[in-house]
């Protein structure tokens, strides 16, 4: 079992930065950040694997939001800078102990987080 611990979530103005940060208690082979807005699917942001560090990320949030790791404190962070409206939504951490497939795809993690709010206001 892994269990996955969020924080970091809140409200900013347009063009505002938070950070997000996503312990986990367990191995993980990859995180992902994935956020749902209401009425609209869940949609994946960025992934990271656990050995390599390599990243994806969503067209949308490319050169805007960055994913890391520490691996010594086993949390991941989403740091996200010049934030927009349309980014507002409930931001989940995901994981999973193997690769599991297309990496935005929320069907192949295993375990998640309980969300936390990101609300960017105009």
């Known amino acids: 079992q892994v269990q996955l611990v969020e924080s970091g979530g809140g409200s900013v103005q347009a063009g505002g930065s938070l950070r997000l940060s996503c312990a986990a208690f367990?191995?993980?082979?990859?995180t992902a950040w994935f956020r749902q807005a209401p009425g609209k699917e869940r949609e994946g942001v960025a992934r990271?694997?656990?050995?390599?560090?390599?990243?994806v990320y969503a067209d949308s949030v490319k050169d805007r939001f960055t994913i890391s790791q520490d691996n010594a404190k086993n949390t991941v962070y989403l740091q996200m800078i010049g934030l927009k409206p349309e980014d507002t939504a409930m931001y989940y951490c995901?994981?999973?102990?193997?690769?599991?497939?297309?990496?935005?795809?929320?069907?192949?993690?295993?375990?998640w987080g309980q969300g936390t709010q990101v609300t960017v206001s105009p």
């Open positions: 995901a994981a999973s102990k193997t690769h599991g497939g297309a990496w935005n795809n929320p069907d192949g993690y295993n375990y």
């Open positions: 367990g191995y993980t082979y990859r």
């Open positions: 990271i694997y656990t050995g390599s560090g390599n990243t």
